[in-house]
Structure formats: C-alpha cells, structure tokens
C-alpha cells in the first residue's frame, strides 16, 4: 500500500465491484484511507487461493517457514516509522502507545522462530502394559490447512502478530480479517509480506465489516477470534455447527487488589499503567480496584495525583510527548461516558477527569465511593477510568474480585510472596501479575487466556502457541512384524485363556488375584453360575 487506500490481500480482492469502507482519524474524523468491503464470496475466493499455496508452506518445515519469518521482521524494523504513523493516524494512540505495538511484533518473531523446531517436533512415547511393550509410539501434528484470525480495533499491529506468527510457524496459512474501524496497517503489512518480501502466498488480510468476518468463520478450519463476548458465543455457536475448533480471547474487567503491607508508590504508579495504557482500551487492562482500608486513603491520594499529570492527546510522530491518546471510536467514548454518569448518579465521587475531551477521547478518570451496584464495576468500561473500592481484608477483596462475569486477567500487590501465593490461588481469571499489572499478557512461555465470560482456550503458553493450529496423529509402529498377533481370528480357546491369565499375573495387585485363587467375590459367582 503506497498511500492510505488498501485493498484487501488475496484472488477476489481486485474486482471491479468490490465496495469499500472508508476509515477516519479519531481525533477529528479526518478521511485517511478506505479498504475493501469483501462479500462471502469474495471471502471464499482468497481462501481457495489460500489453501492452494499451504501445502508448499508446509513442505518448507519449521526452520524454511520461520527464515520467511525472519524476513519479515527485517521488514517490519525497516518500515517501522511508517507502519506505527499508520498506526496512530487510524488509532489515535500517543507515539509512545503506538511503539509498544512493534515490540510486541518483534518479541512475538523471535520467540516462535527460535523454537520452532522443538515445538513441532514428534514425541515419542513410552508404551504403556506388557502387551504393548514391543511397540513404537510417537504423535506428530499436522497444522490446519486454514486457519481464520479475527482481531479487534485497539491493536491493529500487536494484535494479529500475537496469533498469525503461531499458525504461520505451524504451517497453515492463514486468512486474517482486521476491525474495519483500523484495518490499514495490517493491510499494509500483509502486503509487505506478499510484496515486498516476496514470502509464499499463504497469508491474506480479508477487510471488511460482520459479514466479512463470518465468511472467515465459514472457510476456515479452525479460528481464531479476540472481540466482545457477543461477537465470541456467535463465533464459538458457528464453529460448533461446522464441528471446527476456535480459541476465543473476550472481554475482561480486570481487577486489582492491593494489601495493606504493599509498596504503595510502586502499586499506585502500576494500577495507573494498568488503567490507563491505550487510553484503557485493553481487555487486560485495569478496571477495578480493592485497597485495604488502612492504605486506601493514601493510595488513593497517589493514584490522583498521577492520573491528573497524566498528558493526553495525539503527540507527533517520534517525540514521545504524551502519555495517551485519545479513544477509537466514538461509540466506545459513549459507552464510558455512560459508566461515569451511573456511578455518580449512583453515589459515587469523581477525584479527577469524568469529562469527554476533544474528538474521541474522554479524561482520565479517577472514581471513588463504588460499590458493585455500579454499571463501571460490573460491565466492561474499556476506556481511561479506574474505580477503587475500600475494602476491610484481602478476604473481601478477593470475593469481590470475583464476583464478576468475566476472568481474564488480574493483578496483587504484597510484600508477602508466601501470601501472594496463597491468594493467588483463590482469584478466578486466567493470570495474575504479583506486583505488577499486564505483563501475565506478554509472557510467551505461559497461557494467556481468560475464566467466565472472557473466554475459551489460550494463546501462547510455550509450544502450546503453535500446537493449538495443529491436529495430533499418533502413530504406532511394530518393532517386529509377526506373521499374526495373538488376538487376530480364528479364536483359539486355549490361547484365550492363555491371555487372560496374563492378563490376570501383570494387572492384579495382589497375588491371590494374579493366581485367580478363590475369594469371596468368586465364591458368589460360582453360586449362581449353573454346572
């Protein structure tokens, strides 16, 4: 893409009746571009071609798979004042939120291409019983041949990395539909990828609105979806209809408990970090806050001070001048102007911000005096707000904690290691980060997934991050080859009894039972066993 119109990466893409959806910049609504609107069929022409080119993909291995790879990250470094430009003019992020989005393009590279041959290698394992013993096993995977990737608006670069690197190395190929609100820079990178590196066509950026993304779901093997709970039951509904697997990253309203013994300048600096990084737009991002009551008047007086020092707005390109920017769309700065006036109306008192800012952002916002009857503590509020609660122990923060819908990720503040893990164990989402907030997200060697409403299956967690685009076969191979195994036909009685004795010597854990000497349990049985 040489200018801020993209088209869509794939065989239909460059018809002439393909409609368009046009992108505008969310500080002040500017045009910046349009991409393609692909209909289904369209959708499954890319696919065709997808699939025509994966088995070549395939035959490359993991190392021939993952030197493209490699290529690409070159290009990604080479290109990266362009692509995070891009990033922010359809975004509205800060610079400094714009630069994250490459690290984790970067990170995401290295760590699959480096293990790539360990983690699909074949695993060869014991045999389990005597009858077994001669045999050879192992598993091997094979990857889908299609996988679908399906990837929200407040990411368009980190986003997408975070899966395709996976089922590329995996050695699928891939059909990847980016949100229609912030499609450009993928769109730009797939091109890069197909163009200007000139790696295999098996990766295609399908742009579009609902019906685009459900003609992914219709053409693919397994999918791959991060979005809202509604958007993921009617994915995770479709993909059992067509009995295909999809791993599903939702919605989070993540909670974050500070203990009375915690550093509270570290924990006040990371619940801000947490709340408001991307503008809050993050579904690992900070939402709730328990604070044990003997701190909570001194935490809350540093998490205002540092909220309202906080600098918003879209800074130029390169000079790192503000913090956040503003929000994406204008619906979501609804949705957290709507949370804020329910609280107050609900008794609740804003410390700092609480106001729409100019084009779609909203001030960083500070609030106090909640309680769970509150829309903000309850519904995901995915913007720049926190809501910290007094609570009496870490037993009531935990409960409340978990009195939530959702479970993705969350956060503990103590000195204590010993408590920290004791409690730990008791909150209910798929990570916590101990005296820190959202780095449980970016640990590739672990699982990243949520409990409840906020999803099903997991990305990275080490090989697992590549093996979950693959279908494990067994294969079990005989040592030597007799002319015929004791069990194939014709039924020889003598035989039989034979193997049941066996059976009876190697199974049994004592030896009156190895023996088949009688027992109470036979005794009954040659009771009512006629002569």
């Not at 692909?38 to 080119?53: G, I, N, P, W």
């Not at 609804?334 to 329910?342: F, K, L, M, N, P």
């Not at 009685?493 to 036979?522: E, K, M, N, T, Y």
Request: hydrophobic share 45%.
């Amino acid at each position: 893409m040489s200018g801020p119109t993209a088209i869509a990466q794939g065989g239909a893409a460059n018809a002439p009746d393909v409609s368009t959806i046009t992108v505008r910049r969310p500080a002040d609504g500017e045009i910046i571009g349009t991409v393609a609107d692909l209909d289904a069929d369209q959708v499954a022409a890319v696919c065709t071609d997808l699939r025509l080119a994966q088995p070549a993909w395939e035959a490359l291995g993991p190392r021939g798979r993952s030197a493209h790879l490699l290529r690409w990250l070159d290009w990604l470094l080479d290109n990266e004042d362009r692509l995070l430009r891009l990033v922010q003019q359809e975004t509205g992020k800060s610079w400094a939120d714009a630069s994250l989005e490459i690290s984790v393009a970067v990170d995401v590279i290295n760590y699959f291409t480096k293990n790539a041959e360990r983690f699909l290698a074949d695993r060869h394992v014991k045999p389990a019983g005597a009858a077994n013993a001669m045999r050879r096993l192992r598993v091997q995977v094979r990857p889908y041949q299609l996988v679908g990737l399906i990837t929200p608006w407040n990411g368009p670069l980190a986003g997408p990395m975070m899966d395709v690197v996976g089922a590329l190395v995996a050695g699928a190929a891939v059909v990847s539909k980016p949100s229609e609100v912030t499609p450009l820079t993928w769109t730009e990178v797939v091109r890069g990828w197909r163009e200007d590196i000139g790696a295999p066509p098996v990766l295609a950026a399908a742009t579009g609105a609902g019906a685009t993304g459900a003609a992914v779901v219709d053409h693919t093997d397994m999918v791959m979806f991060t979005g809202s709970v509604r958007t993921g039951r009617a994915i995770s509904v479709r993909c059992a209809e067509r009995l295909i697997p999809c791993s599903l990253e939702l919605g989070g309203k993540d909670a974050l408990i500070v203990l009375a013994d915690a550093d509270l300048q570290r924990a006040a600096a990371g619940a801000v970090w947490g709340g408001m990084t991307n503008s809050g737009q993050a579904c690992v991002g900070v939402e709730r806050v328990y604070v044990e009551a003997p701190v909570y008047d001194e935490f809350v007086s540093l998490v205002t001070d540092k909220v309202r020092a906080l600098r918003q707005g879209v800074d130029a390109p390169g000079s790192f001048a503000c913090d956040i920017g503003t929000m994406v769309t204008a619906s979501q700065v609804d949705i957290v102007a709507a949370h804020v006036q329910d609280a107050v109306e609900k008794g609740a008192t804003v410390l700092v911000g609480g106001k729409r800012g100019q084009g779609n952002s909203f001030e960083p916002t500070v609030l106090v005096d909640v309680d769970h009857g509150m829309r903000c503590m309850r519904e995901e509020t995915f913007g720049p707000t926190l809501a910290i609660m007094r609570v009496a122990n870490a037993d009531e923060a935990i409960a409340l904690a978990n009195d939530s819908d959702y479970g993705l990720s969350s956060s503990l503040w103590t000195r204590d290691p010993d408590k920290a893990d004791r409690l730990s164990r008791r909150i209910e989402a798929g990570s916590v980060s101990i005296n820190n907030a959202l780095v449980a997200t970016f640990q590739f060697p672990i699982p990243m997934g949520g409990w409840k409403n906020s999803g099903i299956g997991t990305r990275f967690g080490g090989p697992q991050g590549v093996l979950k685009y693959c279908r494990q076969q067994s294969v079990v191979a005989e040592r030597y080859a007799l002319k015929s195994e004791p069990l194939w036909y014709p039924v020889v009685p003598a035989r039989s009894r034979l193997i049941g004795r066996a059976v009876r010597l190697l199974g049994a854990h004592d030896w009156r039972r190895r023996l088949g000497l009688s027992g109470p349990g036979r005794r009954a049985t040659a009771q009512i066993t006629p002569p």
